[in-house]
């Protein structure tokens, strides 16, 4: 019996390498492809305007809601990076 498992081992080991290698190649080119194709914006939920997840609900952060649960009317502080939409300052720019 000894015998027939050490003939045996290294046949499967060969097929469970290389059903791994077949399943490591097939979701990176899943990658690939979705890396290689255009931005599609997400489906939505009919009239919300929004960005949904794939429940079809609209998502809202946490962070957005007042302590009765609607969202804030509140300002929010926002934060834009330079050179976002800016041109390229020169040297001694005086901006």
């Known amino acids: ?8 081992f290294p046949f499967l080991y060969a097929l469970c390498f290389l059903a791994l290698l077949w399943q ?3 979701i990176m080119s899943r990658g ?3 890396a290689s194709g255009p ?9 919300s305007g929004g960005w949904d997840d794939r429940t079809g609900r609209l998502t809202v952060h946490p962070e957005l809601l007042d302590a009765d649960g609607q969202l804030t009317r509140e300002d929010l502080l926002t934060v834009r990076f ?3 939409n800016e041109p390229t300052p ?3 720019d005086p901006a």
Not at 40 to 46: D, I, K, M, N, S
Request: hydrophobic share 50%.
């Open 1 to 8: 019996m000894p015998a027939l498992l050490a003939d045996l």
């Open 24 to 26: 490591a190649f097939r």
């Open 32 to 34: 690939f492809k979705a």
């Open 39 to 47: 931005l599609e914006r997400p489906p939505t939920v009919a009239g």
């Open 82 to 84: 330079s050179g976002d």
């Open 90 to 92: 020169f040297p001694g």
